[in-house]
């Protein structure tokens, strides 16, 4: 295998677009695959090119439908360790299971940490993530996990959306950190939605902390799943005298009624990453910002040994990708 031929990008099913949009950013072509479903849907994987010492990613988000994406990825990891691929990267932009990050009542799994065993066991000697749902998912891992923040692609959009007089509005107490992240770049002010979860479908709202009246919200969450939250946070601020209300969300997941919630919800725009490919009907107000050139210079760094925080201080631009 030549130099130049020692970095290879693969993908699997869940979002081959992204996949391809960071093969394009890179000059490099994708890694060549066939994958399909065995009559019975069992997943018949081959890679289609050596990899034999290489540095090998393989991009596949665990988003809906999340048993089919975890699995493929960790056969397609297994694949490449029987290859003898030198170095094998997982690059999860969306971590699914994410929120299931701790036993918060008795007899329920930690699925976070059994997701990140059976993707160590699987072969992954590193993996690439984007916004993680709790930061501490990365201590369920025992290899290096290289976290990446979505905060400063959309942030370039948020600062398009021209919000007057802007607040920050986290939909929950647990978001708050993101929240607060956003608000100091955009020098802005923080409000916080005070919402507690009946179930995973229902949540009810108790109050908002902070000043919203008379403002534009720039509502912030990590994941958009049923809508629930967000929309209802978008509507609370509006009938507490908001003016125009903005959501901006790292990954959206959308399942269930999400498409509709959002689209029946008062914000005028629904600013998303593409984390995870849309399946379906869109949001009517959808504005997307694209995280391959970031996941293009991480996994250029990566490849190098470079540092890939230095990301989060240097510019944005493509120049970076060498
Ligand atoms: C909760 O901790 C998350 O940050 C999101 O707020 C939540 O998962 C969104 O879920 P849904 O869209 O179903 O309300």
Known sequence: MKRGERLRVFSGRAHPQLAGDICAHMGIPLGEVTVRDFPDREIDLKVECDVRGADVFVVQPTCPPVHDNLFE???????????????ITAVIPYFGYARK?????????????????LITVAGADRVLAIDLHAAQIQGFFDIPVDHLFARPVLMEKVRELGA????IVSPDVGGTKLARAYAKELKADLAIVDKRRISGHETVIENIVG???DRDVVLVDDMISTGGSISDAARIVKARGANRVFIVATHGVLCGEAVKKLNDCPAETILLSDTIP????APARLVKASV????????????????VSSLFETSMRDHDLR
Request: overall charge positive; hydrophobic content about 40%.
């Open 73 to 87: 990825l960790l056969s397609f990891i297994d694949c490449l360790r029987r290859a003898s691929a030198e170095k």
């Open 101 to 117: 990050d701790r036993k918060d009542e008795g007899r329920v799994p930690i699925n976070a940490k059994l997701v990140a065993n």
């Open 164 to 167: 007057e007089n802007p607040v």
């Open 211 to 213: 000043a919203v009246e």
């Open 278 to 281: 849309i399946r379906g009907e």
């Open 292 to 307: 391959a050139p970031l996941l293009a210079r991480a996994i250029d760094r990566i490849h190098r040994s470079e540092s």
